[in-house]
């Protein structure tokens, strides 16, 4: 997924409307096929108004960006196909 190019952040601010600048990190963990994206919060968590505090439901504008699969010309048409019903990956 790395090397994919799918992960950049242009297309991470693309994805979620925001500004470039507004993220923070993007780090990748190959031992558990994981990423993280750390983004901007408009408000301190727990604070009044806060109304995600444990970062439910972040990923949601990833499934649609679509990523290349084993460095072929074959691809998945979202990201959200990397997986199967059971949540396992494919």
Same mark, same amino acid.
């Given at each position: 997924m790395r090397d994919s190019g799918a992960i950049t952040g242009p297309?991470?601010?693309e994805?979620?409307? &925001?500004? /470039?600048? =507004?993220? @923070? /990190? &993007? *780090? #990748? #963990?190959?031992?558990a096929a994981a990423l993280k994206i750390t983004l901007k919060r408009?408000?301190?968590s727990a604070s009044p108004g806060d109304? =995600?505090? #444990?970062?439910? %439901? %972040? @990923?949601?504008p990833l499934m649609n960006l679509e990523v290349e699969i084993n460095g072929t010309d074959s691809h998945? *048409?979202?990201f959200g196909d990397l997986f199967d019903r059971r949540g396992e990956r494919a």
């Open positions: 297309r991470i601010a994805a979620y409307s &925001i500004r /470039e600048g =507004d993220i @923070h /990190e &993007i *780090t #990748f #963990f190959e031992p408009w408000i301190s109304t =995600d505090v #444990f970062g439910a %439901q %972040q @990923h949601v998945c *048409t979202s």
